[in-house]
């Protein structure tokens, strides 16, 4: 049997809704805790929003919410007869059966908002999908960024007592203990950045920065090469600047140490063609998961890597590069939008609980020079917001063909120590490696 939804009144409880106004008017110390969880727009009534709204407007200025304050509040923002006059808040407080269950409460409203929430994406989807102009992929993405956003919207902050940390921490560590594995996250398959790192950590976003030609991708490549193949790790690659056809390319040639200009030419011995073909065996079982989508916007690299971890049970994403990844608002400047990139990175980190790599150019001043913190291009935001920054460093030689010492300066991490480490280059095939006698951290 159809059910027309037109008819139907959205999900909502006013009186949760009051009960939740007229408990905070009673125990005002409870708002800390409420606040956190509600919104004014989580509120289906109007005049429990702007109610709602002015009692934040009081908290932010360290005022006492109650009847008095919340109506001369009101009165100052010319809302006192919208939010229902006088007579309606002094009925708030004489309509709480207890201001005890004053979270019970906060929960309802916040159900009945969600719900409304989803009829109204469900509804704007299924208006959508009678238009034959939008491919039907573009209708999943753009549902699932909402749906997303939604719970992203209302993730709800928690305090965590120290026996809870406790806990935990001891467990890890016992874990650990038993298994004697010496990196806690994923190792990149040098030595020695292992040894400093433990591997990459779940949840960090770490940022590796180099001048342009200097072989940010390579490396990249290079880390999951030995991630992908040889650990059989899930990795997840955003390259916004090659197409993915490209990336296999390097990648054959990297694994089968054949030159990139043999491939490109097809000037190939017959045990090149081998050697590729050994390679791509190993690497055609290889978990490794690709978007080459240019100047990708922020929310749909979120949803892709959300997918990628859902789907493919991904474990570190890799991006090719900052500087590439677009914002919802192109007029913001350059360094807000930069930031934005970083700060969301950040949380996507810790929402997805894997390390987040993301490659980033330098400025122009580092040229020739070993790059430092502030010289990471867009942001000072990016510094901050990272866990670990390292930069890659090499000299530019005129005949780039036999192998050449290279470093990874590891110039800032959160929490652990900091130094440098010789790897080497082979330019003819585009890869990094464990420097000689280095393989031993």
């Known amino acids: 049997m159809d059910v027309n939804f037109n008819d139907k009144v959205p999900p909502h409880s006013l009186e949760a809704e009051q009960a939740v106004l007229g408990s905070l008017l009673l125990n005002w110390e409870a708002f800390s805790e409420v606040v956190t969880v509600l919104k004014a727009d989580n509120f289906y009534s109007l005049q429990n929003q702007l109610i709602y709204d002015a009692l934040i407007k009081l908290y932010t200025q360290n005022i006492t919410g109650d009847s008095l304050s919340l109506i001369n509040e009101l009165t100052k923002q010319n809302n006192l007869e919208k939010a229902g006059g006088p007579a309606y808040i002094a009925s708030l407080t004489s309509s709480v059966p207890s201001s005890a269950n004053v979270d019970y409460y906060a929960q309802i409203v916040l159900d009945r908002y969600e719900r409304r929430e989803l009829i109204k994406i469900s509804s704007e989807l299924k208006a959508s999908s009678f238009e034959l102009n939008i491919k039907g992929e573009d209708l999943i993405e753009n549902a699932e960024k909402k749906i997303f956003a939604l719970a992203e919207k209302n993730e709800n902050t928690e305090i965590h007592a120290a026996k809870q940390m406790m806990i935990k921490e001891i467990d890890i560590i016992e874990k650990r203990f038993r298994s004697k594995n010496l990196f806690t996250g994923i190792p990149t398959g040098f030595a020695k950045l292992d040894t400093y790192t433990s591997g990459f950590q779940n949840s960090e976003l770490i940022i590796i920065g180099a001048r342009p030609s200097i072989g940010k991708t390579a490396l990249a490549l290079s880390m999951m090469q030995y991630i992908a193949v040889e650990k059989h790790i ?3 690659f955003f390259s916004l600047e090659m197409p993915y056809e ?4 390097r990648i054959l040639a990297q694994e089968a140490r054949v030159s990139m200009s043999k491939i490109r030419s097809g000037m190939l011995k017959r045990e090149d063609i081998s050697k590729i073909q050994n390679a791509a065996g190993r690497w055609f079982e290889a978990p490794l998961y690709v978007v080459d989508t240019p100047n990708m916007r922020l929310i749909d690299l979120r949803a892709m890597a ?3 971890v859902t789907k493919h049970d991904v474990k570190i994403i890799f991006i090719d590069y900052i500087g590439l990844i677009t914002t919802d608002d ?5 360094y807000d939008q930069v930031a934005e990139i970083s700060k969301s990175l950040k949380a996507l980190a810790r929402e997805l609980q894997i390390p987040v790599v ?3 150019q330098v400025a122009r001043d580092a040229e020739g020079e ?5 010289q990471i291009r867009g942001s000072g935001a990016v510094e901050q917001d990272a866990d670990v920054v390292m930069f890659l460093h090499r000299d530019r030689l005129k005949e780039e063909t036999a192998a050449q010492e290279a470093k990874i300066i590891l110039a800032k991490q959160r929490n652990g120590a900091t130094g ?12 990094f490696e464990n420097a000689q006698n280095d393989d031993e951290g």
């Open 234 to 236: 899930s990795c997840g």
């Open 246 to 249: 490209a990336i296999g390319m």
């Open 306 to 308: 959300r997918r990628m």
């Open 330 to 334: 192109p007029s913001k400047a350059t």
């Open 358 to 360: 993301a490659l980033s």
């Open 370 to 374: 070993e790059p430092k913190l502030n």
């Open 420 to 431: 440098d480490i010789k790897i080497m280059f082979i330019p003819s095939y585009s890869k």
